[in-house]
């Protein structure tokens, strides 16, 4: 199977393409990340505080 190589501009167009798409998943999934940590941390926090609380949360 060979793959003929399209014009300069289109070649830029396909690899631009490619990389804004690229750039509009990066925010949204960095803030996903954030909110993520901060989840675990309040969780662990409240792991280390003991009590019944973190008995169930173990649970």
């Given at each position: 199977m060979t793959l003929k190589?399209?014009?300069?501009?289109?070649?830029?167009?396909?690899?631009?393409?490619?990389?804004?798409g690229a750039q509009q998943m990066f925010n949204p999934l960095m803030l996903?990340?954030?909110e993520a940590n901060a989840v675990i941390s309040?969780?662990?926090?409240?792991l280390m505080r003991g009590g019944r609380s973190a008995r169930r949360?173990?649970?």
């Open positions: 190589l399209a014009g300069a501009s289109e070649q830029f167009l396909t690899i631009r393409l490619v990389a804004g996903l990340a954030a309040l969780r662990m926090m409240k949360e173990a649970i």
